[in-house]
């Protein structure tokens, strides 16, 4: 593929412009659906594996714990090796990465032992921990500079859109509708229970098949396409990345992180389960409500929350809708029916601008710190992996998954704290 302008060989990180960008953004903007379209899986892999293997809500909340704990390893890895070895080769192993785990779905199911299932989930989220790594800024230096942000905002678009669909085609394709009581599974023989536990498992296997064959078709255009494989410049002054911790609003806004990552996960993960406790709903119902209500009410929180951030300032706004998830998770709590789906789509649709927010509220005025402290506050995410087994052992003490909702509840709290007071940004004497 020609090249209007080649970078500099003393400075290869700058903006690369191709004639033809259509296809290269094509590419690059099929990674923010694939891994926004595979993490919104997991909230019907939990429901769907701790029937299939008979766990408990502590069990069952490993799932994200896996995912977690590998973007939490890897990423710094997979930093250091996009920086060596360019952001495209960075972005074709992670597809690799991604690949593979998808297809090790199949030797799980057949093995039935829920240990692969969360290996081969540890192997994708290390793929896409490489692909995130990479996209977002390839996706800026693809095409000129003045439109960077406008072509960044269209990519993450289609995250948004996997929220909304994945649930829904999870649901159709891997929850099977059958749901047994205590006395249904006492009540069948051992060979009809292994049977269908059997079953259960081994629902996963189309439709994780099915994505690994597309992913890997993606890495093979990715190989294919005559694009530039950028890499970034090697500064002479390195920083050690805990000198950051030096301006307070980034300590903040790394616990803030923290803890909203947590909340987020721990609300999404848990929602079937609230859905059919709280409000007798069937599984697959409650994933299209995951979907359309959840995931549409996320999508459009982006949209309304960029557009208030006009008039209303980020911190404040931040403040608002902390104040007003918390006053949600209390009906969470505390109530029953409907009202507590319809609570935790508002939830999510106040969810939506936190992780943004909190994270260009921390990297504000860090200076020469501005790449340590994004990649702290990047690594902060391991508040997914931690939390969520935290609410998964309250709802197994308490036998009731509402209570467990305390979790978030306090998340939201610090949310609340950092936007009122965390955020402010004091002088740091050198």
Not at 6 to 30: D, E, G, R, W, Y
Not at 68 to 82: C, R, S, T, V, W
Not at 85 to 96: N, P, Q
Not at 311 to 340: D, P, Q, S
């Amino acid at each position: 593929m020609p090249l209007a302008s080649q970078t500099s060989k003393k400075n290869p990180a700058v903006t690369i412009n191709i004639q033809n960008k259509i296809f290269p953004l094509i590419l690059v903007t099929s990674l923010f659906f694939f891994w926004g379209f595979i993490h919104n899986l997991d909230p019907i892999l939990i429901p769907h594996l701790r029937k299939a293997f008979q766990l408990n809500d502590l069990q069952s909340s490993l799932i994200d714990s896996a995912v977690f704990i590998a973007y939490f390893l890897m990423a710094l890895p997979a930093g250091y090796f996009i920086r060596n070895y360019g952001y495209k080769t960075g972005i074709v192993s992670g597809l690799f990465l991604f690949c593979m785990g998808s297809f090790l779905f199949l030797p799980a199911a057949d093995t039935h032992q829920y240990i692969f299932f969360l290996g081969a989930l540890f192997i994708i989220a290390s793929g896409l921990t490489f692909l995130e790594t990479a996209a977002n800024p390839y996706t800026t230096l693809i095409g000129p500079p003045e439109t960077a942000t406008q072509r960044l905002n269209f990519a993450q678009s289609f995250n948004g859109l996997a929220v909304l669909i994945a649930p829904m085609i999870g649901g159709a394709f891997i929850l099977s509708g059958k749901e047994l009581s205590t006395e249904d599974y006492k009540a069948l023989s051992p060979e009809a229970l292994r049977v269908y536990l059997s079953s259960e498992a081994e629902s996963v296997k189309v439709p994780y098949l099915v994505i690994g064959v597309t992913v890997l078709l993606v890495a093979i255009l990715f190989l294919a396409a005559k694009l530039p494989d950028i890499k970034e410049e090697k500064e002479k002054n390195s920083f050690k990345p805990l000198q950051a911790f030096r301006y307070s609003h980034l300590s903040w806004a790394v616990i803030a992180q923290f803890f909203y990552v947590g909340a987020q996960v721990c609300v999404g993960s848990f929602f079937i389960k609230m859905a059919r406790t709280s409000a007798g709903m069937d599984e697959k119902t409650a994933a299209n409500f995951l979907g359309l209500g959840y995931g549409l009410a996320f999508m459009l929180g982006r949209f309304i929350g960029t557009f208030l951030m006009k008039y209303v300032k980020a911190e404040r706004l931040l403040a608002i809708y902390a104040f007003l998830n918390i006053l949600l998770c209390i009906i969470t709590i505390a109530a029953k029916g409907m009202i507590v789906v319809y609570a935790l789509i508002l939830i999510s649709f106040f969810m939506s601008i936190m992780f943004p927010t909190i994270f260009s509220l921390g990297i504000k005025d860090l200076g020469k710190f501005t790449k340590p402290g994004s990649s702290l506050i990047v690594m902060s995410i391991v508040g997914g992996a931690l939390l969520p087994p935290l609410l998964g052992l309250i709802s197994d003490y308490t036998g009731n998954i509402q209570h467990g909702y305390v979790v978030p509840l306090l998340c939201f709290g610090f949310v609340l704290f950092f936007a009122l007071k965390g955020h402010k940004v004091k002088p740091v004497y050198q």
